[in-house]
T-cell receptor
Framework: EDKVVQSPLSLVVHEGDTVTLNCSYE??????LLWYKQEKKAPTFLFML????IEKKSGRLSSILDKKELFSILNITATQTGDSAVYLC???????????????FGQGTILTVHP | EPEVTQTPSHQVTQMGQEVILRCVPI?????FYWYRQILGQKVEFLVS????????KSEIFDDQFSVERPDGSNFTLKIRSTKLEDSAMYFC?????????FGSGTRLTVV
């Protein structure tokens, strides 16, 4: 059974702090790892990672994947109150051939940023 | 930016009733999914749909559930006889090379 574990489960920081969120996985036929931000309803896409060691950046957020050790990290620098959300890690498996497969989600990390 | 649209945003139904949740995926996407999230729990995969047929389904997706793409734009999830434990947020998603896009969800409450 595919498994995704995120840590920590929750994190409380102050504005300006830097945070690192962790995601480890065990997935058969790995295709990609995705990070989402969930505030009230729909998960909002942040990053999709397919190759080891290549950092993806978007503003203050960055992420990297290690396919040998089966984990990924999401970094947020200079946190703001608007970063408060649940951050979800999900791993996509191949469905067979080149078909896209399902996502298996972790339980999420609840990030709270205080002013 | 293209969106996945879901309706209704919230539905309350009585146990045993049938519900249909509707989704309009992004127009040039070909892979469609339903996920659900019970309050306080992980997002769980229900079913994937490609080329007008189910390509994969989870153990949750039993005979009470069905999916359809009736007219080439809408993508529906039907629950035939709802149970209390079907209460959850249901998310539709579509996939292209850039990744998955999720809709804003339908909160289903079974009473």
């Amino acid at each position: 059974e595919d498994k995704v574990v995120q840590s920590p489960l929750s994190l409380v920081v102050h504005e300006g702090d830097t945070v690192t969120l962790n995601c480890s996985y065990e997935v058969t036929n790995f295709r990609s790892l995705l990070w989402y931000k969930q505030e009230k309803k729909a998960p909002t896409f942040l990053f999709m990672l397919t190759s080891s060691g290549i950092e993806k950046k978007s503003g203050r957020l960055s992420s990297i994947l290690d396919k040998k050790e089966l984990f990924s990290i999401l970094n947020i620098t200079a946190t703001q109150t608007g970063d408060s959300a649940v951050y979800l890690c999900a791993v996509e498996a191949n469905a067979g051939g080149t078909s896209y497969g399902k996502l298996t989600f972790g339980q999420g990390t609840i990030l709270t940023v205080h002013p | 930016e293209p969106e996945v649209t879901q309706t209704p945003s919230h539905q309350v139904t009585q146990m045993g009733q049938e519900v249909i949740l509707r989704c309009v995926p992004i127009s040039n996407h070909l892979y469609f999914y339903w996920y659900r999230q019970i309050l306080g729990q992980k997002v769980e995969f229900l079913v994937s749909f490609y080329n007008n047929e189910i390509s994969e389904k989870s153990e949750i997706f039993d005979d009470q559930f069905s999916v359809e793409r009736p007219d080439g734009s809408n993508f529906t999830l039907k629950i035939r006889s709802t149970k209390l434990e079907d209460s959850a947020m249901y998310f539709c998603a579509s996939r292209t090379t850039g990744g998955y896009t999720f809709g804003s969800g339908t909160r289903l409450t079974v009473v």
